[in-house]
T-cell receptor, first 109, second 113 residues
Framework: TQLLEQSPQFLSIQEGENLTVYCNSS?????LQWYRQEPGEGPVLLVT?????EVKKLKRLTFQFGDARKDSSLHITAAQPGDTGLYLC?????????FGTGTSLTVIP | DAGITQSPRHKVTETGTPVTLRCHQT?????MYWYRQDPGHGLRLIHY???????DKGEVSDGYSVSRSKTEDFLLTLESATSSQTSVYFC????????????FGPGTRLTVT
């Protein structure tokens, strides 16, 4: 069961460009997290959003939780090579987290 | 550093053999999780624990069992490994006393031949 769909699956952009990654579901989540994962390592938590319509900013990253708490987006401004990695969203329902399949981002210098 | 270690980090085993993976935390958190990560599937929950001797099944629990006899250790056992269980296994703990944000260990790469 894949409750969360992420798009795009792969993204390759030039340094300095902006991008948006989407995380969509037909299910409602009590909270939603975004993680970044680098090869050979575990995912690292970037942010948690809890309230419908919530927007959080982390330097050049902006995270938004949909009003109905079913979807989320991650926007990166002026991408840098250090942003390269696999971005994962995860929704919490009950005691379980459900992860999206991930967006693999490559930022070319 | 969330104080999570996994052992072993890499293992190759043969089909039909039992395998146990260990997750150890130094944070004294209640919730611990085992996930597997496969291409095209993302991370999928195998089992989780919400306290000593309190465990529950996740999305892909068939073929796996877990045990938690101490707060700091959560063991994942493959009773009879199959090739379909070749994967990268991650342990995670919660940042707070509840099923909220998670912090992940470094992972164990398991190959079943």
């Amino acid at each position: 069961t894949q409750l969360l769909e992420q798009s795009p699956q792969f993204l390759s952009i030039q340094e300095g460009e902006n991008l948006t990654v989407y995380c969509n579901s037909s299910s409602v989540f009590s909270s939603l997290q975004w993680y970044r994962q680098e090869p050979g390592e575990g995912p690292v938590l970037l942010v948690t959003v809890v309230t419908g319509g919530e927007v959080k900013k982390l330097k050049r990253l902006t995270f938004q939780f949909g009003d109905a708490r079913k979807d989320s987006s991650l926007h990166i401004t002026a991408a840098q090579p250090g942003d390269t990695g696999l971005y994962l969203c995860a929704g919490l329902t009950g005691n379980q987290f459900y992860f999206g399949t991930g967006t693999s981002l490559t930022v070319i210098p | 550093d969330a104080g999570i270690t996994q052992s072993p980090r890499h293992k190759v085993t043969e089909t039909g053999t039992p395998v146990t993976l260990r997750c150890h935390q130094t944070e004294n958190h209640r919730y611990m999780y085992w996930y597997r990560q496969d291409p095209g599937h993302g991370l999928r929950l195998i089992h989780y624990s919400y306290g000593v001797k309190d465990t529950d099944k996740g999305e892909v629990s068939d073929g796996y069992s877990v045990s938690r006899s101490k707060t700091e250790d959560f063991l994942l056992t493959l009773e009879s490994a199959t090739s379909s269980q070749t994967s990268v296994y991650f342990c995670a703990i919660n940042a707070r006393d509840g099923p909220y944000e998670q912090y992940f260990g470094p992972g164990t790469r398991l190959t079943v031949t």
